[in-house]
């Protein structure tokens, strides 16, 4: 009798690669969610790449302090040797004439001479230094100075026979330093304890031969004898047939918002303008900083490959992808907002928007010849145009703005697409845990029949 051939039966059933299958088939709407939330998180990040460039376009705005574009002021003096100046952006313009009498200096006398400035002085005793920081001590004479004197300072310097002159020097610093400067002095022969009032420490002037003066010093062994070589003596200005005293050589708002440097004495012309030198470079900045924004609204808005710009800026940024945003209404608007601000500058022909490149174009030497004939006329188109730009720049920056509107709708999308994968994960997970289960059991009866299929062809022979 021939054998019965039934071998093989159980290899007909392979459950690794039917769950691979089945799985496949069941994770593809898994994938699509997966490939949906990457475009959702790549589109936060593009939309988050617009709003960095309208924030830099805000801190190019911010640079330009209260009027960013007619704010400062230029002061020009007929004489540099006598004076410069600088105008505050609220000084009035105007030419003025200003004779400078004479500039203020400080008062300074030489005390002693040595051989050496680190040469031991031999001797012990005290220098009393007496200061008069204001006129409330006029009328009283060097000699008659104390503490109590009204408007007088007093300093007491130790000395002993091992100290050195470089010593009392840093010791007269160390205690009256801010008042009064000492330091040494040398003629070629001996040296000197210099002491100077410190620039602006004291309103009291003296003049030659005088017996009140602004730094007095009694040394009690005698070896700091004190010798006058320049007497203290205030700025005096004539302005608008006016005296215009100072203790320094800097006078502030003898002319409103003006700093008057004093260097020399005489007389200069001080003509104070509009500084619209900046104007121009103003301008360019800020359309630069627009082309900033517009450059990767027209990429991501407008099918891929329209404008030049595109490579560049997608192979710095790899993640802004050509048309991402195709048909969107949101960056659409911006982008008729921020052609909109520049209608004055396109008013005065200084700019245009080159649909070929999806830029705007600033003509510097156009807008600099304008300012030169029709300065008032251009400030006041740059200033509308500025204010036009503030506000739409504000209104994109908000938290409340279209930006962050966008991010925010693309950002709920994106989390409810992740819970979706999470909730498919979980699903997918307990399917195939059920499929394993179903499919060793079959295995378990499929080895089983084969066994008693062993055993039939056994006895069958």
């Known amino acids: 009798m021939a054998g019965i051939a039934l071998s093989g039966f159980s290899n007909l059933f392979n459950s690794g690669s039917i769950l691979a299958a089945v799985m496949s088939s069941s994770s593809l709407p898994l994938l699509s969610l997966s490939q949906q939330a990457a475009y959702m998180q790549n589109q936060m990040q593009e939309v988050n790449y617009i709003y960095n460039q309208s924030m830099s376009v805000f801190s190019t705005m911010m640079g330009f302090v209260l009027n960013p574009v007619t704010g400062s002021m230029t002061a020009i003096s007929s004489s540099s040797y006598v004076l410069n100046a600088i105008a505050t952006p609220n000084t009035a313009p105007g030419t003025y004439n200003i004779t400078v009498q004479q500039l203020a200096q400080p008062e300074i006398s030489l005390l002693g001479s040595f051989s050496s400035a680190n040469t031991q002085l031999g001797q012990s005793g005290t220098i009393t230094l007496f200061f008069r920081s204001d006129t409330s001590s006029s009328g009283i004479t060097d000699n008659n100075l104390s503490a109590t004197t009204p408007g007088v300072q007093e300093f007491n310097i130790t000395y002993n026979g091992t100290n050195t002159l470089q010593d009392i020097v840093n010791e007269i610093n160390n205690t009256a330093g801010s008042d009064i400067t000492a330091s040494i002095f040398y003629n070629g022969n001996t040296y000197s304890l210099m002491l100077a009032e410190k620039q602006g420490a004291s309103t009291f002037t003296t003049s030659p031969s005088t017996t009140q003066h602004v730094i007095v010093a009694q040394d009690s062994s005698g070896i700091f004898t004190q010798n006058y070589i320049q007497n ?101 608007n911006l982008k008729t907002q921020l052609l909109s ?121």
Request: aromatic fraction near 6%.
């Open 232 to 332: 203290a003596q205030n700025a005096v200005i004539n302005f608008g047939g006016a005296s215009v005293t100072s203790n320094v050589n800097q006078i502030q708002n003898v002319i409103s918002g003006v700093t008057l440097n004093l260097s020399g004495t005489g007389s200069v012309i001080l003509s104070i303008s509009q500084d619209t030198s900046q104007v121009a470079n103003n301008v360019s900045n800020l359309i630069n900083e627009i082309n900033n924004i517009l450059t990767p609204i027209n990429v991501l808005t407008e099918k891929p490959g329209t404008y030049p710009s595109q490579n560049s800026l997608t192979s710095a940024n790899p993640f802004i992808v050509p048309g991402d945003f195709m048909g969107n209404f949101m960056l659409t």
């Open 341 to 461: 601000v520049v209608q004055p500058l396109e008013n005065l022909g200084v700019v245009n928007y080159n649909y070929q490149t999806g830029q705007l174009q600033f003509d510097s030497n156009s807008f600099q010849n304008l300012l030169s004939t029709s300065s008032q006329t251009v400030l006041n188109s740059v200033t509308a145009f500025v204010s036009s730009l503030s506000q739409a720049i504000m209104n994109i920056i908000s938290p409340n703005g279209a930006l962050m509107t966008e991010e925010n709708n693309i950002s709920s999308d994106y989390a409810y697409t992740e819970n979706q994968i999470y909730q498919m994960q979980q699903s997918l997970l307990l399917q195939q845990q059920q499929l394993q289960l179903q499919f060793s059991q079959v295995e378990a009866i499929m080895a089983s029949s084969s066994a008693e299929i062993t055993k039939l062809q056994t006895l069958l022979g």
